[in-house]
């Protein structure tokens, strides 16, 4: 005989601890602990919203979100619901961040939407994607998180807390640059491929 199990709403897990989501308003969960012990990140379950650190309003999601805004208005962002984020977890390039959210499509679908605007187009990255994955990857190995990225302006580079790991650190990160590629590049092409790609570019368009 098959029981129907009753399904218990997000809302349920709402609290002082979980607080709404900015883009959403469901509640927010433990996602996982930031590199190098700085902290735990939230993330939501609605709209995939990452939060690296104590979450605000929407309107400083907003603000966090055109931090990254080019001259012509559009905004690059790497994804928080890329294939990349999934397989590296804690890893993730993308969390070496001076922003304190981290967006995915539908998050900045809903943002935005506040403000009376859509989403008019969502450009794949791979060239960004690929060296994010890249990172990521050596990441894996690594005390610290960014190092190669964060060398080059293109990343904020978590360094290890103790010099000799730091010394590890850059060794490791010489020794696994190529193989580090030779697995960046067919996990971005598969995360490109199902629109889980690392890195965007989107635009929006007055309703």
Known sequence: M????PTVPLE??????????????EPLFIWMELPVDTGLAHRCEACGLGVLGKTGTTADA?????????????????????????????????LGTEHT?????????RLVATRDQLVDKTSWMPGVSILNMWQSGINMFTFGHNLALGAF?????TPARKPWREW????IT?????????????IELIGGLF?????YRVRFKVL
């Open 153 to 157: 302006g293109k990343a904020v580079a």
């Open 101 to 109: 959210y981290r967006f995915t499509p539908e998050s900045i679908r």
């Open 12 to 25: 349920a897990g709402a609290g002082p601890n979980n607080p709404p989501c900015p883009a959403c308003g």
């Open 62 to 94: 907003i603000a966090d979100l055109e931090r990254a805004a080019g001259e012509d208005g559009s905004i690059v962002f790497e994804n928080k619901a890329s294939v990349q984020s999934f397989v590296t977890g804690g890893a993730w390039s993308g």
């Open 174 to 186: 010489v020794v696994l640059a190529v193989p580090s590629m030779l697995f960046a590049v067919p």
């Open 195 to 199: 629109r889980r790609g690392g890195a």
């Open 2 to 5: 098959r029981h129907n199990l």
């Open 168 to 171: 590890l650190d850059r060794f």
